[in-house]
């Protein structure tokens, strides 16, 4: 045993005295082309904004949840001006939601025109705030027309007392609506790759690939 891995080590040594100089290149090829490759990629912008849902006690958009299944929505997509039928598709993958908390989303929009990826979110980001505010003010004044039409029923003895209890229900689920409000405008920032940590991704690849040429005889050896 002690003979044949002698042998295995000696084999190893006399191939890397051989083939030193390619061992010792493929590691800085590989690290020089991963850093520009990385530096000359072209770099994307990405789009953010943070929206508080607000509540509405009958709306579908009071969640993270439900909104984000309205944004990816045909519904939705199709309301928003300026986007064509492609752009709609691809707006499916390029808006992303995440919630910040049970009544604030994040939502963010990327492409390689900062321009673009801007004027998108912003336009995703006032369709999505209309229809939001349209829904609070509709169930506002649904409950309004009900606090009036309340409040104008004549009504004696123990009437009088279901009267001004279904009044209180009435002002205190008006008093929970919450206007939604946009959190922080549209804003966009670079996302140009990291040539350094592409060069050390081609370095690790390249010392991976001269070990191969080292070892991989040995494994295969009869």
Do not use: C
Not at 9 to 34: G, M, N, Q, Y
Not at 78 to 106: F, H, R, W, Y
Not at 115 to 126: C, D
Not at 203 to 210: E, K, P
């Amino acid at each position: 045993m002690d003979t044949q891995m002698k042998e295995i080590t000696e084999s190893i040594l006399h191939r890397f005295k051989k083939l030193f100089i390619l061992l010792l290149l493929i590691p800085v090829l590989t690290t020089v082309i991963a850093y520009f490759m990385a530096a000359k990629a072209p770099s994307s912008a990405q789009a953010t904004a943070k929206i508080k849902l607000g509540q509405a006690e009958n709306s579908m958009l009071n969640t993270p949840e439900s909104a984000k299944e309205y944004l990816a929505s045909d519904e939705f997509l199709s309301s928003i001006k300026g986007l064509n039928k492609d752009e709609e598709k691809a707006m499916k993958e390029k808006l992303q939601v995440a919630p910040e908390t049970d009544t604030i989303i994040t939502l963010t929009l990327a492409d390689e025109n900062k321009g673009k990826a801007k004027s998108q979110l912003k336009s995703v980001v006032k369709a999505f705030m209309t229809e939001r505010n349209h829904q609070t003010e509709q169930w506002k004044t649904t409950l309004e027309d009900q606090i009036k039409k309340v409040e104008g029923t004549e009504v004696t003895g123990e009437g009088t007392i279901k009267k001004e209890e279904y009044l209180f229900d009435l002002k205190t689920r008006a008093m929970k609506i919450k206007e939604p409000k946009l959190l922080e405008k549209v804003d966009t920032a670079e996302m140009a790759g990291d040539p350094k940590r592409k060069a050390v991704l081609g370095l690790l690849v390249g010392l991976m690939l001269s070990a191969s040429i080292l070892l991989l005889p040995e494994i295969f050896k009869k």
